[in-house]
């Protein structure tokens, strides 16, 4: 079962994504937690995306691809995955439709989380994520330890003001034409999440969309 979580930033994708994870025992892939890891070790990925990721703006869609098409081959992902924000635009749709054609696999769902801006913007300005296992958390103030991993809790540079405007603008001009990519050729496959919730109410939302 190959799912799709999409959404602007700061709707709970990365939490859903890991809580689902631990659920049903499919891989959560996020190519931001990718790109953060080569970033934190300094290999060339990471060289390659860091202005881009601390301005806010999107990462080049072949980059993407390219994680994308190694998490998908990969021997953990044999019984399908959740990808966590990887289809944001409309050529990164395209180029999972053309990976899923070659592997032989569907698309089962594509879940869309939706919140409104004002509470994104408190959302993710009260931020901070595992340097280690990269869990979001609220209300956890930087330095303290993870609850899950013992790691120490950090801000994200890309969770200032203006780097979260910019996201947000990012959206608007690149991510949300992909919904309409989608609704036009695989319009069933959309569902949307009211992700104003506490995480479990939210969690339970994705189980029944998903039938997991
Ligand atoms: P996230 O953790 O999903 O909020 O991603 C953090 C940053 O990584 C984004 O603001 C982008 O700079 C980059 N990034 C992650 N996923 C993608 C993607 N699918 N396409 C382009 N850039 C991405």
Redesign the pocket.
Known sequence: MITVFFGK?GTG??TQAKMLEQASGLPAI????V??KALREGTPLGLQ?KS??ER??????D??LGIMKEALTSPEAIRGAIL??????VP?AEGLERTLNELGRPLSRVLVFDLPNEEIVRRLSGRTVCEQCQTPYTGREPGSVCPNCGGKLVR?K?DDPDAIRN?LA?YERDTAPVLDWYRRRDGGKLVTIDASGTPDAVLAQVRRALAL
């Open positions: 930033p994708k990365g996020a190519t931001g937690d790109l953060r995306a881009a990721m806010g703006d999107l990462v080049p869609d980059v993407i966590d924000g990887v289809v944001r635009t990164q994200r890309d996201r990012v």
